[in-house]
């Protein structure tokens, strides 16, 4: 679920035009899976909304183990397979396929609501673990270059603003009691916690 205030900021448009470009009453909330219009986009940059919010103490990653994928497509998987409000991730980190950049991050309802995960039962992580995804299977390939710098950015964005440091940064299976590969086998955990120990250096 997007908001016309972060579409508006992702794209350098505003948010007037928007609602103009798309005949909507400025306010009017946009449904889930709607299309729009974006007049005059620039190049999308990314706008990570932030909440307070003192639950969040860990940050979990997980792979789709997909080739493909979208939140809106995930989010109607995971609703037939009885999810509470569909798309159980808080953020996800699009491959570049069913019309997505490479690297898009797209934040959940779940997000935007500050409602509790559906994406890693063991441990109560759905409760206090912020969970992000990436499209694709890393158990066969390794993320693209531009998903791992979204997930660099994103992780650092969420770790600064909650204070989750580097050690409450795991993978689903190194959850105590997650019986599962996610995020892969391949998933380059040495690139993503060098990165994340070298911004804690520099601090």
Excluded at 21 to 37: C, D, F, M, S
Excluded at 45 to 70: E, F, R
Excluded at 72 to 99: A, K, P, V
Aim: one cysteine or more; aromatic letters at 8%; proline letters at 4%.
């Amino acid at each position: 679920m997007e908001t016309i205030w972060r579409i508006s900021r992702m794209y350098n448009v505003s948010q007037e035009s928007i609602y103009a470009a798309n005949g909507l009453r400025p306010g009017e909330p946009i449904a889930k899976g709607q299309k729009l219009t974006i007049p005059n986009a620039r190049v999308m940059k990314h706008v990570i909304a932030l909440y307070p919010n003192s639950q969040w103490k860990y940050i979990i990653i997980h792979h789709t183990a997909t080739d493909i994928g979208n939140a809106s497509l995930i989010d109607r998987t995971h609703e037939d397979r009885g999810f509470w409000y569909g798309l159980g991730y808080h953020f996800l980190i699009d491959n570049g396929t069913l019309g997505k950049g490479d690297g898009q991050i797209e934040a959940s309802p779940r997000w935007v609501k500050q409602q509790c995960g559906a994406h890693c039962k063991a441990g109560g992580m759905n409760d206090k673990g912020i969970g992000i995804a990436l499209v694709g299977n890393f158990n066969e390939e390794q993320p693209s270059s531009s998903q791992l710098r979204s997930l660099d950015y994103l992780l650092k964005t969420l770790m600064d603003y909650y204070r989750i440091p580097a050690g409450r940064v795991v993978g689903h299976r190194d959850v105590d009691g997650a019986a599962t590969d996610c995020p892969g086998r391949r998933f380059p955990w040495q690139t993503v916690r060098r990165s994340l120990s070298a911004s804690v250096l520099s601090h």
